[in-house]
Every structure is written in structure tokens, then in C-alpha cells.
């Protein structure tokens, strides 16, 4: 199972910060993160709410299914999801910190079935995508709250 997990610090109040980034339509503050929906409705979110982030490939595009497992206002928030080829969860816990929050981002992805063989490769990939795909929620919490 490839993980990764980084501490990043965002400039706005924990309730305001754990509302954006517990609402995945906000994921495209990833860039490998084309567009993201909510699935299941208009209603709060909690435990249960469902969305896709769509990542665009040289051959189309992959659709990555979330749903949320753990939610626990303003602290923490794990999204769980699946597809013919991996496993994967997103853990977000925050604490208030002088001047904002801070966010610890924690990921793990798994490879499912024959293509769990790759997994020794995808710890290394994971690192950088896993860097690539948080480093820009502090900015957007900021932007998206402006």
C-alpha cells in the first residue's frame, strides 16, 4: 500500500477550513484533479456523502468514486473509494493553530488484483503526486473562501 502524508498550515479559522476541504467538489486544488461533482445529492455533507473527481489520462479520462466514512466537525474527515484497479482513502485532520489551521493530509492507495505487484512503484510515484495533489489547499481554501 502506497501512503502519504504531509502537515500543511492554512491562513482561515479551522470551521471555515474543515468545510472546504471536507466538501470534495473542492478537490480540484489538486491539478491532476480535472472536475469533481457530488453524487449523491444536494443535501449536508457527512457521513455517506458521495462524490467523483475525474483525472484526465492520454487515453480519456479515470473516474475516482468517493464517499465519506469518518466525519467528525471541525476535526476530521476520511474519504473512502474504489475502482476495478485500486483502493484508496484520504484522511483530513485539523487542529486550530496560531492564525488558522492546521491540516494533516494522510493518504493510502492500494492496488487491487494482479496490479498489486506494481506496488513497490507506486510508493515511489505516490510521493510526488501525493505532494503534488495538496500542495495547492491552503491557496484554495483561501481563494475559495474569499
Not at 491532476?32 to 461533482?37: E, L, Y
Amino acid at each position: 500500500m502506497a501512503r502519504y502524508e504531509t502537515t500543511l498550515f492554512i491562513p482561515v479559522a479551522i470551521d471555515a477550513s474543515f468545510a472546504y476541504v471536507s466538501d470534495f467538489t473542492h478537490a480540484t486544488w489538486d491539478p491532476a484533479v480535472k472536475s469533481a461533482r457530488r453524487t449523491d445529492g444536494d443535501g449536508p455533507i457527512g457521513v455517506g456523502a458521495s462524490f467523483v473527481l475525474v483525472s484526465p489520462t492520454p487515453l480519456g479520462a479515470i473516474n475516482f468514486p468517493y464517499r465519506i466514512e469518518v466525519f467528525t466537525p471541525p476535526h476530521q474527515v476520511r474519504f473512502i473509494g474504489q475502482t476495478w484497479f485500486a483502493r484508496y482513502h484520504d484522511e483530513l485532520t485539523l487542529s486550530s493553530a496560531p492564525g488558522g489551521t492546521s491540516l494533516h493530509y494522510a493518504a493510502r492507495f492500494s492496488l487491487r488484483g494482479p496490479l498489486c505487484l506494481g506496488e513497490p512503484i507506486m510508493q515511489l510515484l505516490f510521493r510526488r503526486v501525493g505532494a503534488n495533489a495538496t500542495r495547492g489547499v491552503p491557496d484554495a481554501v483561501v481563494r475559495g473562501l474569499e
